[in-house]
């Protein structure tokens, strides 16, 4: 069984840091590259960051110099650490496996100004 949690999200303050934690079943947790991406009412869901299993990390440019994407094989966990976090990161957070429809329920961000 598939199992993908995001946790990590609340109320913040712009300038703050936050650290999202995505914690996946073993089975799918291996081998995968992992995609965190964003949501906010009405909008599509955006690409933010993602981590493939040799490394190779990607981010979007509204993100890129804030953000580190990072992974725990030990956890079976996926990270995205956030600094000098603005309004405009207010959003559900959601990690997902590449080229799969699986997704977590989500975890709410909202940054204050």
């Known amino acids: 069984q598939v199992q993908i949690v995001e946790s990590g999200g609340g109320l913040v303050h712009a300038g703050d840091s936050l650290e999202l934690a995505c914690v996946v079943s073993?089975?799918?947790?291996?081998?995968?590259?992992w995609q965190w991406y964003r949501q906010t009412p009405g909008k599509q869901r955006e690409f933010v960051a993602s981590i493939s299993w040799a490394d190779a990390r990607t981010y979007a440019e509204s993100v890129k110099g804030r953000s580190t994407i990072s992974r725990d094989n030990d956890f079976n966990t996926i990270y995205l650490h956030m600094t000098n976090l603005k309004p405009a990161d207010t959003a559900v957070y959601y990690c997902s496996p590449r080229f799969t429809t699986y997704w977590g329920p989500g975890t709410h961000v909202t940054v204050a100004s």
């Open positions: 073993r089975g799918i947790f291996l081998g995968n590259t």
